[in-house]
């Protein structure tokens, strides 16, 4: 026989083709997987990359500004290019005679030089000054205290008595050339003059959105005045301004030492020389509010410093140990009761000042030593540690919560940039209990968006993606065993035929249309019928046996035999029909009797679980519908590639058909078997439609089959949306998406093992 060399020749050459295409298709695949992998922890690593600071300027006081007079320090920075000339870096001082400075800090760069520079070289230059004052002349008075109140509001208390709340404003400019300035201007929010018998010794006044002003002053003998004035308007104009006085003298345990207001001016704080934090409820219906008296601390320590947190609920409070903590009104049975909540930074010494953020729930607190800590409120989490080479008197913070100034004892203003891109992310925040603003206790909790305080905890979706797949598993997996089971060894080859395309074809379907029938149809059905549903599942065992042994007497006829013999199945639908007929029948009176004719109220008044429309349940029954093919399609392959000559070899020994699949068949088949538990596990842990329009997508965490959930996939789908590009919330959902990885790769490299294994064990190559 003649050997056709070319045709060798060009099978060789073919065979060399293909493997060349399938190992670098292979390749393409594992890089791109590896590729995608590095692209989605990339995007959340920054997460975790802590906060910086750095010295951007270190200026001498103007001539004209007396160190010793400086009560304040402001500063702000506008990142307006990704140049550091670019930016707007302005601050301002206050002064005793109501002066505000307003100082440019200029860099080098910004005179056409290019090379780096030091902090030093950085020049102040005055921009504006702006004065204000309770009264002209030569007798003016002088301001005795500052307190900020938030951000760049300010109250002065002036020596005659006069409380004045004022707010620094930065009003951006540009010039001809399209260059930006800062222009700074002085709001006046509030000014409340105090009669001769209540010149206070320490003031704080706050304002709301409607221009009612609040102010608290401390007055001699240990009493605390609160004048709250108003502006009504009458239906022609005119504006009226009214003034309501409130003395609170009673339940005070020790000399207040400082105070603290909410913004809309109805919650009092002050702190007291022994260790007491006190707090009032200033109700305009009652003339003597109550005094509520805790002591903040096991020793009598005093409180140095208060200020209220953004958000306006939590009140951080500074000692003289240098503790800076946070206490919040918590509920109880009968009112609310404040306790402490976080403990923040230690300093040395004691606390002299905290500012609060603008934007988050960020603290500044300087210590005696004159170093400043940077903390988190809601992580409990100090962030950075400032000023501890150059120690410095007084504080300010920017409203953007980029920059902090500080003034040293040698009369020099030190400017430092902050980059805190995400203060709230710790691994506590994300898989930890928070106590967070207006709770009772700490939580495991997500809500992104329409707070104060974002939750990002990751606990309720990774619990929610669990619960899903869990009962979407109890759903699919038995009836794909069993249908694999059944159409692999009791049916007829014909049927098998028939039925096995069909049965993979459904893994065709679209998850959305999935999801669509399912929020339309299947969550409103069952909601009606779901006491009809739990009847059927308890009629379901009686009619089946009732109806086993009428088939005793119905088998011996021919007709009968033949469905026995492969076509089992069709004797399961006169019991189904049967069923759905008695629980549809039984329904409205068991529900009237035992559940006092409504179902969902008996639910939530016996066991407190309320009913969701969008519960367990349905997302089981979409969530499973969409495995099944997986699992029954591999599953069936497992069992159908046993050997014939093992089922012979069972039959033959007098075996049943069942016995032969339980003891012979499934132990052989288990590697197949248990590889496709764990795919169609690892499908329903990613599946995002149908979770995504059949759960309701309310992050909570209760087993109780009857509510929602929300899954690690859906809460990508539902925030991604809005989540702006390079914030905590968009990199939070790619940490998502990074632990839908990890899961999935887990979870398929366990059942890799476990399948070599069973393998080995049954011999099955």
Same mark, same amino acid.
């Given at each position: 026989?003649?050997?056709?060399?070319?045709?060798?020749?060009?099978?060789?050459?073919?065979?060399?083709?293909?493997?060349?295409?399938?190992?670098?298709?292979?390749?393409?695949?594992?890089?791109?997987?590896?590729?995608?992998?590095?692209?989605?922890?990339?995007? &959340?690593?920054?997460?975790?990359? $802590? =906060?910086?600071?750095?010295?951007? /300027? *270190?200026?001498?006081?103007?001539? +004209?500004?007396? %160190?010793?007079?400086?009560?304040?320090?402001?500063?702000?920075?506008?990142?307006?290019?990704?140049?550091?000339?670019?930016?707007?870096?302005?601050?301002?001082?206050?002064?005793?005679?109501?002066?505000?400075?307003?100082?440019?800090?200029?860099?080098?760069?910004?005179?056409?030089?290019?090379?780096?520079?030091?902090?030093?070289?950085?020049?102040?230059?005055?921009?504006?000054?702006?004065?204000?004052?309770?009264?002209?002349?030569?007798?003016?008075?002088?301001?005795?205290?500052?307190?900020?109140?938030?951000?760049?509001?300010? &109250?002065?208390?002036?020596?005659? $008595? =006069?409380?004045?709340?004022?707010? /620094? *404003?930065?009003?951006?400019?540009? +010039?001809?050339? %399209?260059?930006?300035?800062?222009?700074?201007?002085?709001?006046?929010?509030?000014?409340?003059?105090?009669?001769?018998?209540?010149?206070?010794?320490?003031?704080?006044?706050?304002?709301?959105?409607?221009?009612?002003?609040?102010?608290?002053?401390?007055?001699?003998?240990?009493?605390?005045?609160?004048?709250?004035?108003?502006?009504?308007?009458?239906?022609?104009?005119?504006?009226?301004?009214?003034?309501?006085?409130?003395?609170?003298?009673?339940?005070?345990?020790?000399?207040?030492?400082?105070?603290?207001?909410?913004?809309?001016?109805?919650?009092?704080?002050?702190?007291?020389?022994?260790?007491?934090?006190?707090?009032?409820?200033?109700?305009?219906?009652?003339?003597?509010?109550?005094?509520?008296?805790?002591?903040?601390?096991?020793?009598?320590?005093?409180?140095?410093?208060?200020?209220?947190?953004?958000?306006?609920?939590?009140?951080?409070?500074?000692?003289?140990?240098?503790?800076?903590?946070?206490?919040?009104?918590?509920?109880?049975?009968?009112?609310?009761?404040?306790?402490?909540?976080?403990?923040?930074?230690?300093?040395?010494?004691?606390?002299?000042?905290?500012?609060?953020?603008?934007?988050?729930?960020?603290?500044?607190?300087?210590?005696?030593?004159?170093?400043?800590?940077?903390?988190?409120?809601?992580?409990?989490?100090?962030?950075?540690?400032?000023?501890?080479?150059?120690?410095?008197?007084?504080?300010?913070?920017?409203?953007?919560?980029?920059?902090?100034?500080?003034?040293?004892?040698?009369?020099?203003?030190?400017?430092?940039?902050?980059?805190?891109?995400?203060p709230e992310i710790s691994w506590g925040t994300l898989f930890g209990k928070v106590w967070y603003d207006s709770h009772d206790e700490p939580k495991y909790m997500w809500q992104s968006s329409g707070t104060d305080e974002p939750k990002f905890s990751l606990v309720p979706v990774i619990f929610g993606t669990l619960k899903a797949t869990i009962y979407a598993m109890f759903f699919a997996v038995p009836l794909a065993l069993l249908s694999a089971m059944y159409v692999s060894h009791f049916t007829s080859p014909a049927f098998?035929r028939t039925i096995k395309p069909i049965v993979e074809v459904m893994a065709a379907i679209p998850t959305v249309v999935i999801g669509f029938l399912i929020l339309l149809w299947a969550a409103p059905l069952m909601g009606r019928w779901i006491v009809a549903l739990f009847a059927a599942l308890l009629i379901f065992p009686e009619v089946f046996a009732a109806f086993m042994i009428l088939w005793q007497f119905v088998r011996r006829f021919d007709w009968a035999k033949r469905v026995e013999n492969g076509y089992e199945f069709?004797?399961?639908?006169?019991?189904?029909?049967?069923?759905?007929?008695?629980?549809?029948?039984?329904?409205?009176?068991?529900?009237?009797?035992?559940?006092?004719?409504?179902?969902?109220?008996?639910?939530?008044?016996?066991?407190?679980?309320?009913?969701?429309?969008?519960?367990?349940?349905?997302?089981?029954?979409?969530?499973?519908?969409?495995?099944?093919?997986?699992?029954?399609?591999?599953?069936?392959?497992?069992?159908?590639?046993?050997?014939?000559?093992?089922?012979?070899?069972?039959?033959?020994?007098?075996?049943?058909?069942?016995?032969?699949?339980?003891?012979?068949?499934?132990?052989?088949?288990?590697?197949?078997?248990?590889?496709?538990?764990?795919?169609?596990?690892?499908?329903?842990?990613?599946?995002?439609?149908?979770?995504?329009?059949?759960?309701?997508?309310?992050?909570?965490?209760?087993?109780?089959?009857?509510?929602?959930?929300?899954?690690?996939?859906?809460?990508?789908?539902?925030?991604?949306?809005?989540?702006?590009?390079?914030?905590?919330?968009?990199?939070?959902?790619?940490?998502?998406?990074?632990?839908?990885?990890?899961?999935?790769?887990?979870?398929?490299?366990?059942?890799?093992?476990?399948?070599?294994?069973?393998?080995?064990?049954?011999?099955?190559?």
């Open positions: 026989m003649k050997i056709d060399k070319s045709t060798i020749r060009r099978s060789k050459v073919l065979d060399w083709i293909a493997r060349k295409v399938i190992t670098l298709g292979g390749i393409l695949i594992i890089g791109s997987v590896i590729a995608i992998v590095v692209l989605i922890v990339s995007v &959340t690593f920054p997460l975790f990359q $802590g =906060t910086d600071s750095e010295l951007r /300027a *270190v200026v001498s006081l103007p001539d +004209d500004v007396p %160190g010793d007079d400086v009560l304040a320090v402001g500063v702000d920075l506008v990142e307006i290019g990704r140049q550091r000339h670019e930016d707007s870096l302005t601050g301002y001082t206050v002064t005793k005679d109501g002066t505000f400075t307003f100082l440019e800090f200029v860099e080098p760069t910004q005179a056409g030089q290019t090379e780096s520079h030091r902090p030093d070289d950085v020049r102040a230059i005055v921009l504006d000054r702006h004065k204000v004052a309770p009264a002209d002349g030569p007798a003016a008075p002088t301001i005795r205290n500052v307190v900020r109140s938030s951000g760049s509001e300010y &109250t002065l208390l002036w020596s005659d $008595g =006069t409380v004045m709340l004022v707010e /620094a *404003v930065l009003t951006p400019e540009f +010039d001809e050339l %399209g260059r930006r300035k800062a222009k700074y201007a002085l709001h006046t929010r509030g000014n409340i003059s105090a009669s001769e018998e209540d010149r206070p010794t320490k003031a704080v006044m706050r304002a709301d959105e409607d221009g009612a002003a609040t102010c608290a002053m401390l007055l001699k003998g240990n009493r605390v005045a609160v004048l709250r004035e108003t502006i009504e308007e009458s239906m022609f104009g005119d504006a009226e301004k009214t003034t309501a006085r409130t003395v609170l003298e009673e339940g005070i345990p020790g000399e207040i030492t400082t105070l603290a207001l909410n913004r809309d001016g109805d919650v009092l704080y002050a702190g007291t020389a022994n260790g007491c934090l006190l707090r009032w409820q200033l109700d305009s219906d009652v003339d003597q509010p109550e005094c509520e008296v805790i002591p903040a601390f096991r020793d009598p320590r005093a409180i140095t410093a208060l200020t209220m947190v953004f958000g306006e609920v939590s009140v951080a409070v500074g000692d003289e140990q240098g503790n800076v903590t946070t206490f919040s009104p918590v509920r109880t049975e009968t009112s609310k009761k404040l306790r402490l909540i976080h403990r923040l930074s230690q300093h040395e010494g004691a606390v002299s000042d905290i500012l609060p953020s603008r934007r988050n729930k960020s603290l500044l607190s300087l210590g005696a030593n004159g170093t400043v800590s940077l903390d988190y409120t809601t992580s409990g989490k100090q962030l950075l540690t400032l000023a501890e080479e150059r120690p410095v008197d007084k504080m300010g913070y920017s409203p953007r919560g980029n920059a902090m100034i500080g003034l040293d004892a040698k009369r020099n203003l030190l400017v430092w940039h902050i980059d805190c891109p995400h098998k069709i004797v399961l639908v006169p019991v189904l029909v049967v069923v759905v007929i008695l629980a549809v029948w039984v329904a409205e009176p068991l529900e009237t009797h035992l559940f006092g004719g409504d179902f969902r109220q008996w639910l939530f008044d016996t066991g407190g679980m309320r009913y969701d429309q969008l519960n367990s349940f349905v997302v089981a029954f979409g969530l499973g519908f969409a495995v099944i093919p997986i699992i029954f399609s591999i599953s069936e392959d497992s069992l159908s590639s046993i050997p014939y000559e093992l089922t012979a070899a069972s039959l033959a020994l007098g075996a049943s058909r069942w016995q032969t699949v339980r003891r012979v068949i499934l132990p052989s088949a288990s590697p197949g078997i248990f590889a496709a538990i764990m795919i169609g596990f690892g499908r329903a842990v990613g599946e995002t439609m149908i979770v995504f329009m059949a759960t309701g997508n309310t992050p909570i965490m209760e087993m109780s089959p009857f509510n929602g959930f929300r899954t690690l996939s859906a809460n990508i789908a539902v925030e991604i949306s809005e989540a702006p590009q390079g914030g905590t919330l968009f990199r939070v959902l790619f940490l998502c998406a990074v632990l839908l990885f990890l899961m999935t790769f887990m979870l398929n490299t366990a059942a890799e093992m476990v399948r070599v294994r069973l393998r080995k064990k049954y011999g099955q190559y």
